[in-house]
Nanobody, 121 residues
Framework: QVQLVESGGGLVQAGGSLRLSCAAS????????MGWFRQAPGKEREFVAR????????YYADSAKGRFTISRDNAKNTVYLQRNSLKPEDTAVYYC??????????????WGQGTQVTVSS
């Protein structure tokens, strides 16, 4: 089973940028479709982005398209989420996800502990 640890969260002003990292251990992430989800207070966990095992395919939620970029470095066993043009509504706990199955937006698989991102207006 893979263990995931997110980092890079914090407080940022609206319009700013922030890069989240997810370091994996226990297993190579090459066997997983990786992704990012987020959960705002009082809301359900929602899909943000997915990336295929090779990194050649990506998929984004409408709210993330054009602003967020997911990437992976299999050699470093790490996944990233570059987020630009941040908005207050992006405030949430961001979770890294590893899914051993297919390319899905469903919140299934293995999770990290999450990292808080707060965007001030």
């Amino acid at each position: 089973q893979v263990q995931l640890v997110e980092s890079g969260g914090g407080l940022v002003q609206a319009g700013g940028s922030l890069r989240l990292s997810c370091a994996a251990s226990g297993r190579t992430i090459r066997t997983y479709v990786m992704g990012w989800f987020r959960q705002a207070p009082g809301k359900e966990r929602e899909f943000v982005a997915r990336i295929s095992r090779s990194g050649s395919n990506t998929y984004y939620a409408d709210s993330a398209k054009g602003r967020f970029t997911i990437s992976r470095d299999n050699a470093k066993n790490t996944v990233y989420l570059q987020r630009n043009s941040l908005k207050p509504e992006d405030t949430a706990v961001y979770y890294c996800n590893a899914h051993p199955g297919g390319f899905t937006t469903a919140p299934i698989g293995y999770w990290g502990q999450g990292t808080q991102v707060t965007v001030s207006s």
